[in-house]
């Protein structure tokens, strides 16, 4: 079926007709298709050396040191060579807005702009159009991989990677028979969470949570900053994670706070008119953005009291430097040509709340994106959960990023072509399992 707008020329297709479709693909790329791994030829170490052309010197060995701690820290830092693994795997043929990193330390806790501390999706730098199955396959195999770091047996690790991907499954079936508007506002807040969570497990979300509500830009201030002889707030030196730079032009950095300003809601700009900026630091992040330029803002309101901006340099998506070309109602998406308005337009579509802070600027041929820093953001340390613990925790991430998809228009066709029964998730964990090998091997031609 179509439905037709007032002029008969606009039209688009209905959410059974697009899952109906998606069921017919079911035909051309199989489910025993999407469960068997391809190996694959390429040089991890010379994709990674590649890719570190780009970023600050004296932070590759930093990047590295990082990256070996682990088959999964490695993994985390490895989101190219994943895509481009992807790229030569079976693909169902739709594309959604994705994550393009939806490992399990992408998710986590932030606070909503009315305050309300929410789980989601939390990084968004390589979010783009792309393969739907990309982002779940990634997920899986973060679970699969951080399952045997914690030390679970095989058998328990391939139960909660596909309890996880029937949740994703189930979730997005659920999320979209919600209407449009519930559809694009469901999510889930801390009290979500602890009505789910069993009692087991109870602490450790209740600890995680009281730590999130602790860190804003005061407390930021407080434990990082101290003031200079002037009196203003400014960062305190910790090399090579937070440094400062080499003084340079001071117009330059206000002309890009101005060209940042421009780009955010009203009430934000009249919000930040009321800051005068006080210190600029380097800040080294993550494990995968190592290299990449990311720096520390601090902003002072008439009143003395303080803001912390986080500004992140933004390159291409590596989802779109391998994805293919493929007929797609969001084939005009791919035209963002400012990765740091990518990053900000993607994580608006995907999160079910986004900072108000967040915008963008351009400078000396560079992207950027700017969000809050640590705005009550908290992370769950795998290795502090128990089984249920883990478990619940990556459930709660697959069902986030069925509410993710479920933003994109193809993804009723996702959700028919994955069906009603269990078929589906038991071929991506196969996959996921194979892959997840491949990790290991990777990981050992890394660390020599």
């Known amino acids: 079926m179509i439905l037709y707008g007032i002029n008969p020329d606009q039209m688009i297709p209905t959410s059974q007709a697009l899952r109906q479709k998606g069921k017919e693909a079911r035909s051309i790329i ?40 682990s088959p999964f820290t490695f993994y985390r830092g490895t989101a190219l060579i994943m895509a481009h693994d992807l790229s030569q795997q079976a693909i169902s043929g739709s594309q959604l807005i994705i994550c ?9 806790l932030y606070a909503s702009p009315e305050r309300r501390l929410v789980f989601d999706l939390n990084d968004f730098d390589e979010a783009a159009p792309g393969p739907w199955e990309w982002d779940l396959k990634r997920l899986i195999t973060s679970i699969i991989l951080c399952g045997e770091e914690l030390g679970l047996r095989d058998d328990q690790v391939k139960e909660i990677a596909t309890k996880a991907a029937m949740h994703y499954r189930l979730g997005l079936r659920k999320v979209l028979e919600l209407s449009s508007m519930k559809r694009y506002s469901v999510s889930i807040g801390e009290e979500d969470i602890l009505d789910k ?39 305190i030196e910790n090399p090579p994670v937070l440094t400062h730079m080499e003084p340079g032009p001071a117009g330059s950095v206000e002309e890009s706070f101005e060209a940042y300003k421009k780009t955010v809601r009203p009430d934000i700009e009249m919000l930040l008119s009321q800051h005068i900026l006080t210190d600029l630091a380097r800040r080294v992040v993550g494990v995968g953005s190592v290299g990449t ?3 520390l803002l601090v902003l002072t309101c008439e009143n003395s009291s303080h803001l912390v901006l986080q500004i992140k340099e933004a390159s291409q998506s590596v989802v779109t430097a391998y994805n293919p070309i493929i007929g797609s109602p969001l ?6 040509s400012d990765n740091g308005r990518r990053v900000c337009d993607y994580q608006q579509i995907l999160q079910a709340y986004s900072d108000p802070f967040l915008g963008h600027f351009q400078s000396k041929g560079t992207d950027y994106y700017v969000r809050q820093f640590r705005d009550m953001k908290g992370s769950f340390e795998m290795n502090e959960l128990n089984h249920d613990g883990f478990l619940q925790y990556v459930e709660g991430c697959a069902l986030l990023l069925s509410r993710a998809h479920a933003q994109s228009p193809n993804a009723n066709w996702v959700a028919g072509y994955m069906g009603k ?9 196969k996959w996921c399992i194979s892959y997840s090998r491949q990790v290991y091997r990777d990981y050992e031609v890394f660390v020599k």
């Open 30 to 69: 199989t489910f025993k298709d999407q469960g068997k791994f391809t190996p694959v030829t390429r040089d991890v170490n010379k994709m990674i050396n590649k890719q570190n052309e780009t970023r600050i010197p004296e932070l590759h060995d930093l990047r590295r040191e990082r990256m070996s701690v």
């Open 100 to 108: 393009g990193d939806a490992h399990i330390n992408n998710f986590g």
């Open 197 to 235: 969570v069993s009692s087991k497990s109870e602490e450790s979300f209740k600890k995680v949570i009281k730590k999130a509500k602790k860190r804003d830009s005061e407390q930021v201030i407080s434990k990082m900053t101290q003031e200079d002889s002037y009196g203003r707030r400014v960062f």
């Open 293 to 295: 330029r990311c720096f």
């Open 331 to 336: 084939q005009s998406w791919r035209t963002i």
């Open 421 to 429: 029964t269990d078929a589906f998730e038991q071929e991506i964990v």
